[in-house]
Every structure is written in C-alpha cells, then in structure tokens.
C-alpha cells in the first residue's frame, strides 16, 4: 500500500474564553498535521460558541504516517488592531487510528468534544472533531479531480429531473391560490 489520507472534521467549539475585551470575538482554527499546517474559515463566536463545520484532508505516505503520532488542533481569535490572539489547543494522538485504519482499510471517528487547554495548562471550553482514515487501495490514489469527475457523469440529467420533481405539484395545480 502506497498510503493513505486523514479527513479532519472540525465542527465547533464551546465554553472557550474570549480574548476581546469589547466586541465579538472572531475564532478560526489552525490544523498541524506533520509538517501541514491548514486554517478554517473565521467565524464570530456568539455566546462563548464558534461554528466552522470544516473539512480538511492530509494526504499521508507510510513513511509519514509512521511517524505521525498526533494532531494539533489551535483555537485562535482574530484581532484587527493587532496579531491573532492563542485562545487555546487541544491535541488529538493518531497512533490507534491511523493503526486500526490500516488493518481496517478505513475508520471512521463521529464528531467527539476534545478538552481546550488555555496557556496556562487548565482547561476551559470543547472543541468538536471528527476523524476519518483511510488507506488507498492497492497502488491507487484516489485524487480530488477523478472523485469529482466520477460525480459530474451524468450528472446534470438527474439534476434537471430533481429540479423537476422539486416542483411543488399543489403550484401546478392551483397557480394563483394560497400555499
């Protein structure tokens, strides 16, 4: 087997502790997969929560996946006047996943809360995280361009047909009555 790939989920955050002393505060999330680092989208945080509702992947060979023992989840709040500030990080270890998934062929973690340690090492807050690893069958590497070209084939009939039958037929009927 040549590799595999880690799909992280990243949903939402709760209870974690805003770093703004006036206004919302305006959360996003950087992934350290290995030596790839990614960042969701930002998000205002109402309440003390932040939803992304993300998708990331990390396309891992065996020699990485080896030596990848965790993931580092950074909750980071974005300040105009100044840097971004560390609101907290949680790490999430990889060794039973990524060991499960290669005997498994794929495994799949629903969304969890992790804990959020704040910079002085207590917790304050959860972060939402799913987890799906999988490992590519027999020298195939399934790429992003021949997953979306497998979907756009005959695509666009059965599109046409469901906006057809999206029609509300109580409209065909009766055109100018209320709904």
Known sequence: MEGGFLEVL???AKGIKPRNLFGKPAYYVVIQCGAEVRRTKITKGYHHKAFWNQKFEFDLSISEWKNLTHLEIS???DESYKDAGFVGHAIIFLGGIIAEGNDRGLIELHPSPYNVVLEDSTFKGQIKIGLKFEVYKKGH???KEESVQVMETGHDFYRSLFRVLKISWWRVLFPYGQY
């Open 75 to 77: 909750i980071m709040d």
């Open 10 to 12: 990243v949903v939402n």
């Open 141 to 143: 590497k399934k790429t």
